[in-house]
């Protein structure tokens, strides 16, 4: 589990593609130096597995379903990437929950400047519009964002200067894609009032 506050970016080095497996080897820097072989970690939002630690850089494998319904099917080397060690027992708990199971991919379809902050209108899929709500929270590639506005398949989060420095969500563009999960209470609720 997740709170949404990323605390490093990484950089793609490589991706393996071989014999129907997908391998990310990304560096971190010491981010990851008191990290070990099956930790969780959330990449862009998606919550993965190292599998090898090898100096600043650590592995994880991608399986069908991930690159199903995130945008990781199209990264390349060289991207920048929003990084989250799992929670621990007894730390601060800010942002939301996030699970790191990401519901879908949403468009960028604009973005506004507001002086030093920036206003960014989201579309996503009507299966995911519905646990959206003003003043909810949503995860956008992996950073947990208080939605400011939405609409039929829409929603608007405000990013202030210092979420810009320390993820990558500030090399969105439109036309962006970007990894969406929706608040698990939201997710839940549903299910139970069913």
Partial sequence: ?????????GIIKKINKRAGKVHFTINAGNYINKSKIGD??????????????????FIVELMPETL????FINYKAGEKINLELG???GDR???????GHVDGIGLVKKIIKKGKYKEIIIKVPKNIIRYLSYKGSVSVNGVSLTISGAGADWFKASLISHTLKETNLS???????VNI??????????????
Wanted: aromatic share 4%; glycine share 6%; with cysteine.
């Fill in 87 to 89: 929670i621990k027992i």
């Fill in 1 to 9: 589990m997740f709170t949404g506050i990323i605390k490093k970016t």
């Fill in 181 to 194: 999960e929706v608040d698990m209470i939201a997710r839940y609720l549903e299910k139970l009032l069913k």
């Fill in 40 to 57: 969780s970690i959330a990449c862009d939002g998606v919550c993965l597995t190292i599998i090898k630690i090898n100096k600043d850089n």
């Fill in 171 to 177: 090399e969105l563009k439109a036309g962006s894609k």
């Fill in 68 to 71: 199903r319904l995130t945008k």
């Fill in 93 to 99: 708990i800010d942002g939301h929950f996030v699970m």
